[in-house]
């Protein structure tokens, strides 16, 4: 096992910069996750890290080598790939351990590694099969055990869980989390879906367009986000955003929203009185009320069971509200919510930066 180390880290592909002089730093034994919309650079970042992608500054280390100049094979890592890679032509067993049979290890090893990663993702019966005999969940089974075969330094992770369904996807959660619990060994995570993020990680890394907007474990990032970005990207449903004007008076601090509506804020922020703002709050922060509060139209809803999803607007805004008892609203019919404003936050209208005291 090994830390690594991310020091600057640039990009460029051609004239274009991709990624912006990064810096991570990803503890020995911890599950890290890159996270963001597509093209923001976390697939870039992390075929860097392995060797496939030149770097054009900066420094990666590996434990205590610099490897940038390393090939793939000399950095000690495993790879996961979306498409599972794995050799139609050889059995299940064969393809964990091409590796180390490429690499000459005595049989004896190879067949001694290759039983215990089977035992660890129950492969055991499946051995003598061929890739087109199994499941896409069985396939990426195949590949983990491939690259923990290699005991290596470090796992990457490069959007393992895309191609599957929605309900495997969860089970294979589980699965690499119970994995990285069990082998203690550095993984690195892409992946453009945050909640699996949210789930799998105990660091969790923001990109957008090859810059990092946040660091942190996930409760960090989603009670105390930095940014409106990073507020809105962490959650789901997503966090409502309404624009307003912040007042100030004796040290006591208001939103005013676009209708009118004052809303106390539990603790001053910085900001000058007048300055345009963004109020946001998450749709499982809202109380039902009967009168006050922001009042919003209904638009749809959705009663999934264990919750009612309620998708709204307010003043033209795209507003939602999640609620744990089940409700019944005509279509147009006007609510009113009221937000926890101890766990609301207020944004800097022209930065996104997030005002604090």
Known sequence: MASVSIRTVKKNFGEVPILHGVDIEIKDGSFTVLVGPSGCGKSTLLRMIAGLEEISGGEIHIGNRQVNDLPPKERDIAMVFQNYALYPHMTVGENMAFSLTLAKRPQEEIDKKVARAADILALGSLLERYPRQLSGGQRQRVAMGRAIVRDPQVFLFDEPLSNLDAKLRVAMRS???ELHQRLQTTSIYVTHDQIEAMTMGDQIVVMRDGRIEQTGSPLELYDFPSNQFVAGFIGSPAMNFLPGKLLVNAG???VELNDGLRLDLPNPVKGQNGQPVVFGTRPEHLTLVNGGGISAHVAVMEPTGMDTFVACRHEGVEFSAVFRERHEFNLGSTIHLQPD????????????MRLVA
């Open 341 to 352: 404003m101890a766990r609301s936050h207020v944004f800097d209208a022209g930065t996104g």
């Open 175 to 177: 699965e690499i989390k």
């Open 252 to 254: 006591q601090c208001q």
